[in-house]
């Protein structure tokens, strides 16, 4: 056993093992597919219903608030990413894109905290407030 501590093929083979696993695990884990993209965005036009904008996105937004006939909603994904969409009566009047700017480091930890911690059920960190102002008189 000795003999086969002190070889360098043992511990290269050691070495090469683990960066395959851990490469493996990588693959897996950035195989993730999210709704919330620019291409995504691009398919929300003006007019659009509400239900249309959350089928399209696979989910309920992830925040929204709004007054009297006027909504604004934001989904965000794991990665920052967010689309925000204006509603003007159930209807899409604006919307707009943005790309989260993580680090490799922060994606790997995203990654890794997403495999090992069950996803919420959908919609279930959604959070909807809408306001009511005093009409003018």
Known sequence: MRRLLRCGW????VI???LLLVGG???VASRHTTAITQANCDKI???MAEEEVEALLGE???GAAGANAVMGAFWLDDEDNMITVEFWGGKVVKKGFSEGHLSTLERIQKMIRR???PSPARGSSAFVVHLSLPQAP
Request: hydrophobic share 65%; aromatic share 16%; no cysteine.
């Open 16 to 18: 090469l093992l683990t």
């Open 115 to 117: 495999i090992l911690r």
């Open 45 to 47: 036009v003006v007019g």
């Open 60 to 62: 309920p937004p992830s």
């Open 10 to 13: 043992f511990w290269l083979s």
């Open 25 to 27: 695990f990588l693959l």
